[in-house]
């Protein structure tokens, strides 16, 4: 018999399926519909440093009466209003979600600064999040600061956030850093129990009709697996923590590729968006059709099969790669 089990920041799931943060989450009978499809486990959409931070500050403004506050201050927050719901509504979601599903569910906090706010952390534990998910997304404009700067920033910011809670921790990385084994390596030490690969940054587009510059969402593909998935073979098994991959998770193909990367959970949101939660069932009897037909027992015995470590043979990754793949089109210029 096939077992689809695996195993991830300490938690034991049925398959290596997992909802990746998003509105999918904000819904209690949503959460229900995935777990009755098939999901392992799902990831809540994020809570925000600026929406606890807004708040705190709201509250301050009232209860001070003006005294100290400043109108234009305010200005400097992003206008919350429309977005999630507030903090103490989030960890009630928590509660609610827990109370009505037996699959783990992940809390998402959002944020880059050490404060006050990742108080939430240990908040969201109490409201019985199974792990927590820090997903630190932040674009640096400023040419004053460093990438040694940055980085202490974000291995601060995961002590913070470690000492706040006992539950497992993992921390959603983007792809941009100087050294990405280094850094991953120094938020291992720092805390983390897993790493998700990768942050997907949303492009703003120009509105030419208005002259603004205007949110772009694009859902993701199968082409956005690639660098997600070569990290991931370069990483799996150099690090004492659980890889999960996220963007490009759309066909039974993009699963086998990840989990024979080193992930143990290959996480997905476009793909649900897109076709329904239904899109569950279909992937997880693909999968033990895909096992079987190669004979495959297990996710174990699948798990890290096509990594770097594995294969032993750097080229496959680096820079030899990269050549091969530019000779490819040698003989495929038209004159």
């Known amino acids: 018999m096939i077992d689809l089990t695996t195993t991830y920041l300490g ?5 290596p399926l997992v909802a990746s943060s998003s509105p999918l989450s904000k819904k ?17 959409y994020s809570l925000f440093e600026e929406q606890i931070t807004h708040e705190s500050r709201a509250l301050d403004h009232f209860l001070e009466q003006g005294a100290h506050s400043n109108p234009e201050a305010e200005s ?21 979600i827990k109370e009505s599903v037996s699959i783990p569910v992940i809390a998402s906090l959002n944020g880059v600064t050490e404060g006050g706010w990742v ?18 997304y932040f674009i640096p ?10 980085e202490r920033d974000y291995i601060n910011l995961v002590k913070a956030v470690r000492k706040q809670v006992k539950i497992p921790l993992s921390i959603k990385l983007s792809p941009f850093f100087t ?63 659980d890889l999960a991959i996220t963007g490009g998770i759309h066909t039974v193909e993009d699963v086998v590729k990840g989990i024979m990367a080193g992930a143990s959970v290959t996480m997905m949101a476009s793909e649900l968006l897109d076709k329904g939660t239904r ?17 495959y027992k297990s996710i174990q015995q699948m ?33």
């Open 141 to 150: 404009t400023d040419p004053e600061l460093n990438s040694q700067d940055l």
């Open 28 to 44: 209690v009978d949503t959460v229900k519909k995935m777990e009755d499809a098939g999901i392992a486990a799902v990831v809540m």
């Open 179 to 241: 050294s990405l084994p280094n850094f991953a390596h120094r938020l291992v030490q720092a805390g983390a129990n897993g790493l998700v690969l990768f942050n997907r940054f949303y492009q703003p587009d120009f509105a030419l009709d208005t002259l603004d510059v205007v949110p772009s969402l694009q859902l993701s593909t199968s082409s956005d697996l690639l660098l997600p998935l070569r990290w991931t073979a370069l990483l799996y098994g150099r690090l004492k923590a």
């Open 303 to 335: 798990q890290g099969s096509l990594s770097d470590k594995t294969l032993n043979e750097p080229s496959l990754f680096e820079r030899a790669n990269y050549m091969k793949a530019l000779t490819t089109f040698d003989n495929r210029i038209l004159v």
């Open 119 to 136: 108080d939430y952390a240990k908040k969201m534990e109490q409201a019985g999040a199974d792990a927590l998910e820090l997903n630190m």
């Open 11 to 15: 938690l034991k799931l049925n398959n």
């Open 279 to 295: 899109r569950v069932t279909e992937l997880n009897s693909q999968l033990l059709d895909w096992m079987e037909k190669n004979q």
């Open 76 to 96: 400097y927050f992003p206008d919350l209003g429309n977005y999630n719901i507030g903090p103490e509504e989030y960890l009630k979601l928590i509660r609610n």
